[in-house]
């Protein structure tokens, strides 16, 4: 280790940080300058990340500890392997393009400042929870992007349903932080250390219901950061954020950290093969019902969101069989894709002046054709076409379930292919295919009656269009190239980069089929999907009566489906009202009974001792000088009879 | 010995008859009187320098400046005049307590002589002009502005805080007569404001 | 002179500080009242020059010193607030000035 990487590792991790409070602090006066310097740092610390590459995959990897000692035996540092550095790059590179792009996005909002000072405070958080080398520092990142996520989706405070969806976001995610908060406890109690080193050193020899314990509470956690099933309720509803956000926080990398989670955590997973069970069945179940969802969308963000969901569960999946290398390749893959998808979504919303209803759209590969490339793209990325990113990511995950010797899921994964091909061009035919239905009343779409709602913004400061463009040029490139990186499979330069975390750990059996076999199904599923598509919104006939065929489809869409499997509504039922009844208990009981009547006692007592001493209190002097004197004689008397003064 | 008791015995009466005289100015007297053989008292005791500076500064400066109050205060009204007395049933109490206390001093005292132990014997005889001297003005001024030089230093500022006070508090109180300028009644009645007692 | 015993010089002391204090709680008349202060000022002063000499270091003197000049400066600010006290009052009387009471 030397000390310019030191440094470096530092800066890199810091400079987010200090950028956030010179924006925070001078933001009124930074105005345009804050985004500039806001993604000026985050690109900073991209260059940096990029410049520790060769002393990060060095074995080992760079690490520096003990950086902050906060008690005896607790000590912090950072931690900077393969695992990590995939995490670091993606949150600075994507994060940064994630910021350039907001500078056009937000140019018009007058908290522009405000803004950024989140966006950079959400990298610092993020980075922190990466770059920790212990529990407790990984928990303090883990909280503090929550935190972020949290100000970020109510950034638009006076939108009540903004605030409403950042508080559920909130409360999920801190149930999450409770469930890594046991699992650190129960790891510690076992161990006798939160360094991550001496932790999976003893794992192998911990009792195997320690190691499930702890793996079912960190899985929790897992669960509520990467909206899976059942805690995934928050990630829809946190679409009410500025758009970007959605791309860098609830697509890009907040969401993901459960999958670094596991994957960090791979040696107790190896050592729990229950776990592994129910976190890759998880995985399927939110991968399969987010897929299904999704066809039931009309807000293109929220088809999105459902497609992060279900994106996150395929990789939960992966690094929960074990195939770790295929589901960070995913979670790395899906980065690129998915902001792009996202930050094409804000182009189109932003051309359309803030119109999310692709019910609203139609026809708009001609108004806005970059944001169509662009979507296009995501989308052949997303759905697995060979020669995109996400064939490469998707497909390893999907036979790594088979590998590790997981049909059934193999089977859902497969199923939940097709489904994502189905809505993904669905949402591509009906927004940008057909002809534009903006002027359509809401009424003839199968749309509910909206306010006429006012422009939330009025759009003033014009941003040269090539501020939003160029970030999503590059992630269009990320998007294609990125998952050539795995041409090769386990001879590929990213299984080698991977090596030195999970090489020895490859206990496969068998696939029943071959690779190439099960890329063919899974393409075979892909183009079904994509067909039915096609045939129900993207056929002459059906562009041509898309507004009737749409108001049909809205009305008959199935409550079950609009209602998301009725999860929120078991919640209400199992979490929030019992909670609210046991409030009110408290409230009309407890509190005035018991903890007022104390205070109640307390005011009594002081008042009683006042009425008491106010005697003494008489305003005459020589009064207090004689109370002076025998108190002083006192102390002589002490003094001379206890015979100290000698 | 006899120099002693004779000097305790005016040091005592002279402080009663402080404490107990009605009128101020009799017992500024009194004072005088007690400061004058407490001045002695320093002589017998080494301290010459400090026995001139009581005699300049407590009785020269200090009595003086009482016996100034005393006459500005009591011209225009007459002899001075208490009002009823609002702790009526504390003078019991406070005897009470100050011979106790005093007792308890005194014995304390009394239990054994104040001799130092060990004794470092250095001499107490010599020109007044030598530093070795104890006692000597040459000593005293060596201790005063080398090892005690901040506190000597800190007293200075307290004096000068002192005269701003008294100016601050005294000096603008006293009642003009109005020269008709517009300004004045206004500022005269914030300072009344901050004096009045009653 | 060995073994100068400061005994006496302290009951001295001791018996006309406790006159000072007496005079402080039994008497009304603020002026009285600082003089008996300033008893007890030199009452402790005379202490502090008996040990001073009991133990041959000077240290006391310069300490006589310092306790005068403090009470040059205590005098003259509590005179002034007398002065501006009982300027209009016709009583001279600390009684009077109870507006410490609560």
Redesign the interface.
Same mark, same amino acid.
């Given at each position: 280790m030397t000390g310019s990487a030191l440094v470096s590792l530092l800066t890199l991790w810091m400079l987010p940080f200090f950028s956030a409070i010179v924006i925070w602090a001078l933001g009124p006066q930074l105005r345009r300058a804050a985004g500039v310097l806001g993604s000026a740092a985050v690109l900073l610390s991209f260059v940096l990340a990029c410049a520790l590459f060769g002393v990060a995959t060095a074995p080992g990897g760079l690490h520096v500890t003990p950086l902050i000692g906060w008690a005896p035996g607790f000590t912090f540092g950072l931690l900077l392997d393969p695992l990590s550095l995939v995490w670091v790059l993606i949150i600075t590179g994507v994060g940064g393009l994630i910021h350039l792009y907001s500078i056009g996005y937000m140019a018009a909002d007058k908290a522009v400042a405000r803004f950024f000072a989140y966006l950079n405070f959400f990298v610092f958080a993020m980075l922190t929870l990466v770059l920790s080398d212990n529990l407790v520092g990984l928990l303090v990142g883990w909280g503090l992007v929550g935190v972020a996520s949290y100000f970020l989706i109510g950034f638009w405070f006076y939108k009540p349903s903004a605030v409403a969806a950042a508080l559920k976001a909130f409360v999920i995610n801190v149930f999450g932080d409770v469930g890594l908060m046991y699992a650190i406890f129960v790891l510690y109690g076992a161990t006798g250390s939160i360094a991550y080193a001496d932790v999976f050193a003893k794992a192998a020899s911990l009792p195997s219901g320690v190691i499930l314990t702890a793996c079912i509470a960190l899985f929790i956690a897992a669960a509520a950061k990467s909206a899976q099933v059942p805690l995934q309720t928050w990630l829809p509803d946190a679409m009410e954020g500025p758009t970007p956000v959605s791309a860098l926080i609830h697509a890009a990398t907040m969401v993901t950290a459960g999958v670094y989670l596991i994957a960090r955590f791979a040696p107790l997973w190896n050592a729990s093969p229950q776990a592994q069970e129910l976190v890759g069945t998880i995985g399927a179940v939110t991968a399969l019902l987010a897929a299904i969802l999704g066809t039931a969308q009309w807000d293109i963000k929220r088809i999105l969101a459902y497609s992060t969901m279900s994106q996150i569960g395929y990789m939960i999946m992966g690094v929960g069989v074990g195939a770790y290398e295929a589901g960070v390749l995913h979670f790395f893959t899906h980065a690129f894709f998915k902001a792009q998808l996202f930050l094409g979504a804000g182009l189109v919303i932003h051309a359309l002046h803030e119109e999310q209803d692709i019910r609203k759209m139609g026809g708009l590969r001609r108004r806005t054709p970059f944001a169509f490339v662009a979507m296009a793209i995501g989308t052949l990325a997303i759905i697995g076409v060979p020669g995109f990113s996400g064939f490469y990511s998707k497909d390893a995950v999907i036979y790594g379930t088979l590998e590790h010797g997981h049909p059934l899921l193999y089977a859902a994964a497969v199923v939940t292919a097709g489904i994502t091909a189905y809505y993904m061009f669905r949402m591509l035919f009906v927004a940008f295919g057909g002809h534009y239905r903006g002027e359509v009343p809401e009424a003839r779409l199968g749309m509910a009656q909206r306010e006429p709602s006012e422009p939330v913004h009025a759009r003033e400061g014009h941003v040269p269009d090539w501020v939003m463009q160029i970030p999503v040029g590059v992630l269009i490139v990320g998007s294609i190239g990125a998952g050539y990186l795995a041409i090769g499979g386990a001879q590929s330069p990213w299984w080698r980069f991977l090596s030195s975390l999970y090489g020895g750990a490859q206990a496969t059996a068998p696939a029943p089929i071959s690779e190439l076999l099960s890329s063919l199904i899974v393409l075979a599923i892909v183009i079904a999907g994509v067909a039915v598509a096609y045939y129900r919104y993207g056929t002459r006939s059906a562009t041509a009566s898309a507004v009737e065929r749409l108001r049909g489809e809205a009305l008959r869409m199935p409550a079950v489906l609009t209602n998301a499997f009725y999860f929120d509504a078991a919640i209400e039922l199992l979490f929030v009202r019992p909670a609210r009844r046991l409030g009110a208990l408290f409230a009309g009981f407890v509190d005035p009974a018991v903890i007022d009547a104390g205070v109640r006692d307390v005011v009594w007592l002081t008042g009683a001792a006042g009425y008491l001493f @106010?005697a003494l209190?008489? =305003? /005459? $002097? @020589? =009064?207090y +000088? /004689?109370t002076i &004197? +025998?108190s +002083? !004689?006192c102390f &002589?008397?002490w003094? $001379? /009879?206890t015979g100290a !003064? @000698? | 010995m006899i120099l002693f008791w004779i000097l305790s015995v005016v040091l005592v009466a002279s402080a009663v008859f402080t404490v107990s005289q009605k009128s101020p100015v009799y017992s500024v007297v009194g004072l005088l009187i007690n400061f004058l053989a407490l001045a002695a008292f320093y002589f017998t005791l080494d301290a010459e320098f400090l026995a001139v500076i009581q005699i300049v500064i407590y009785s020269g400066a200090i009595l003086m400046l009482f016996v100034f109050v005393i006459a500005l205060l009591s011209s225009g009204i007459g002899p001075f005049r208490e009002g009823p007395n609002r702790m009526p049933r504390a003078f019991v109490p406070a005897v009470a307590v100050v011979a106790l206390f005093l007792g308890l001093v005194v014995y304390g005292i009394a239990r054994g002589p104040l001799v130092p132990t060990p004794h470092q014997p250095t001499s107490t005889i010599g020109a007044a002009g030598n530093a070795n001297v104890f006692g000597s003005i040459a000593d005293f001024g060596v201790a005063l502005f080398t090892t005690y030089l901040l506190p000597f230093e800190v007293t200075a500022f307290i004096l000068m805080v002192a005269v701003i006070g008294v100016v601050l508090i005294a000096g603008d109180a006293v009642p003009q007569p109005t020269l008709g300028h517009h300004a004045a009644p206004k500022r005269k009645r914030r300072r009344e404001s901050i004096v009045k007692s009653r | 002179m060995t073994g100068f015993d400061a005994s006496p010089y302290a009951a001295l002391s001791a018996v006309m500080f406790f006159i000072g204090v007496g005079g402080v709680i039994l008497r009304r008349n603020p002026l009285i009242m600082l003089m008996s202060i300033e008893l007890m000022f030199n009452a402790a002063n005379l202490a502090l020059v008996a040990f001073s000499r009991a133990w041959v270091n000077n240290a006391g003197h310069v300490f006589v010193f310092l306790v005068v000049t403090v009470a040059a400066a205590e005098a003259a600010i509590a005179l002034a607030i007398v002065v501006a006290l009982f300027r209009r009052s016709t009583n001279v009387d600390v009684d009077e000035v109870a507006r410490l009471r609560g």
């Amino acid at each position: 280790m030397t000390g310019s990487a030191l440094v470096s590792l530092l800066t890199l991790w810091m400079l987010p940080f200090f950028s956030a409070i010179v924006i925070w602090a001078l933001g009124p006066q930074l105005r345009r300058a804050a985004g500039v310097l806001g993604s000026a740092a985050v690109l900073l610390s991209f260059v940096l990340a990029c410049a520790l590459f060769g002393v990060a995959t060095a074995p080992g990897g760079l690490h520096v500890t003990p950086l902050i000692g906060w008690a005896p035996g607790f000590t912090f540092g950072l931690l900077l392997d393969p695992l990590s550095l995939v995490w670091v790059l993606i949150i600075t590179g994507v994060g940064g393009l994630i910021h350039l792009y907001s500078i056009g996005y937000m140019a018009a909002d007058k908290a522009v400042a405000r803004f950024f000072a989140y966006l950079n405070f959400f990298v610092f958080a993020m980075l922190t929870l990466v770059l920790s080398d212990n529990l407790v520092g990984l928990l303090v990142g883990w909280g503090l992007v929550g935190v972020a996520s949290y100000f970020l989706i109510g950034f638009w405070f006076y939108k009540p349903s903004a605030v409403a969806a950042a508080l559920k976001a909130f409360v999920i995610n801190v149930f999450g932080d409770v469930g890594l908060m046991y699992a650190i406890f129960v790891l510690y109690g076992a161990t006798g250390s939160i360094a991550y080193a001496d932790v999976f050193a003893k794992a192998a020899s911990l009792p195997s219901g320690v190691i499930l314990t702890a793996c079912i509470a960190l899985f929790i956690a897992a669960a509520a950061k990467s909206a899976q099933v059942p805690l995934q309720t928050w990630l829809p509803d946190a679409m009410e954020g500025p758009t970007p956000v959605s791309a860098l926080i609830h697509a890009a990398t907040m969401v993901t950290a459960g999958v670094y989670l596991i994957a960090r955590f791979a040696p107790l997973w190896n050592a729990s093969p229950q776990a592994q069970e129910l976190v890759g069945t998880i995985g399927a179940v939110t991968a399969l019902l987010a897929a299904i969802l999704g066809t039931a969308q009309w807000d293109i963000k929220r088809i999105l969101a459902y497609s992060t969901m279900s994106q996150i569960g395929y990789m939960i999946m992966g690094v929960g069989v074990g195939a770790y290398e295929a589901g960070v390749l995913h979670f790395f893959t899906h980065a690129f894709f998915k902001a792009q998808l996202f930050l094409g979504a804000g182009l189109v919303i932003h051309a359309l002046h803030e119109e999310q209803d692709i019910r609203k759209m139609g026809g708009l590969r001609r108004r806005t054709p970059f944001a169509f490339v662009a979507m296009a793209i995501g989308t052949l990325a997303i759905i697995g076409v060979p020669g995109f990113s996400g064939f490469y990511s998707k497909d390893a995950v999907i036979y790594g379930t088979l590998e590790h010797g997981h049909p059934l899921l193999y089977a859902a994964a497969v199923v939940t292919a097709g489904i994502t091909a189905y809505y993904m061009f669905r949402m591509l035919f009906v927004a940008f295919g057909g002809h534009y239905r903006g002027e359509v009343p809401e009424a003839r779409l199968g749309m509910a009656q909206r306010e006429p709602s006012e422009p939330v913004h009025a759009r003033e400061g014009h941003v040269p269009d090539w501020v939003m463009q160029i970030p999503v040029g590059v992630l269009i490139v990320g998007s294609i190239g990125a998952g050539y990186l795995a041409i090769g499979g386990a001879q590929s330069p990213w299984w080698r980069f991977l090596s030195s975390l999970y090489g020895g750990a490859q206990a496969t059996a068998p696939a029943p089929i071959s690779e190439l076999l099960s890329s063919l199904i899974v393409l075979a599923i892909v183009i079904a999907g994509v067909a039915v598509a096609y045939y129900r919104y993207g056929t002459r006939s059906a562009t041509a009566s898309a507004v009737e065929r749409l108001r049909g489809e809205a009305l008959r869409m199935p409550a079950v489906l609009t209602n998301a499997f009725y999860f929120d509504a078991a919640i209400e039922l199992l979490f929030v009202r019992p909670a609210r009844r046991l409030g009110a208990l408290f409230a009309g009981f407890v509190d005035p009974a018991v903890i007022d009547a104390g205070v109640r006692d307390v005011v009594w007592l002081t008042g009683a001792a006042g009425y008491l001493f @106010r005697a003494l209190q008489t =305003g /005459l $002097v @020589r =009064g207090y +000088a /004689l109370t002076i &004197v +025998a108190s +002083a !004689a006192c102390f &002589v008397a002490w003094f $001379v /009879l206890t015979g100290a !003064a @000698r | 010995m006899i120099l002693f008791w004779i000097l305790s015995v005016v040091l005592v009466a002279s402080a009663v008859f402080t404490v107990s005289q009605k009128s101020p100015v009799y017992s500024v007297v009194g004072l005088l009187i007690n400061f004058l053989a407490l001045a002695a008292f320093y002589f017998t005791l080494d301290a010459e320098f400090l026995a001139v500076i009581q005699i300049v500064i407590y009785s020269g400066a200090i009595l003086m400046l009482f016996v100034f109050v005393i006459a500005l205060l009591s011209s225009g009204i007459g002899p001075f005049r208490e009002g009823p007395n609002r702790m009526p049933r504390a003078f019991v109490p406070a005897v009470a307590v100050v011979a106790l206390f005093l007792g308890l001093v005194v014995y304390g005292i009394a239990r054994g002589p104040l001799v130092p132990t060990p004794h470092q014997p250095t001499s107490t005889i010599g020109a007044a002009g030598n530093a070795n001297v104890f006692g000597s003005i040459a000593d005293f001024g060596v201790a005063l502005f080398t090892t005690y030089l901040l506190p000597f230093e800190v007293t200075a500022f307290i004096l000068m805080v002192a005269v701003i006070g008294v100016v601050l508090i005294a000096g603008d109180a006293v009642p003009q007569p109005t020269l008709g300028h517009h300004a004045a009644p206004k500022r005269k009645r914030r300072r009344e404001s901050i004096v009045k007692s009653r | 002179m060995t073994g100068f015993d400061a005994s006496p010089y302290a009951a001295l002391s001791a018996v006309m500080f406790f006159i000072g204090v007496g005079g402080v709680i039994l008497r009304r008349n603020p002026l009285i009242m600082l003089m008996s202060i300033e008893l007890m000022f030199n009452a402790a002063n005379l202490a502090l020059v008996a040990f001073s000499r009991a133990w041959v270091n000077n240290a006391g003197h310069v300490f006589v010193f310092l306790v005068v000049t403090v009470a040059a400066a205590e005098a003259a600010i509590a005179l002034a607030i007398v002065v501006a006290l009982f300027r209009r009052s016709t009583n001279v009387d600390v009684d009077e000035v109870a507006r410490l009471r609560g």
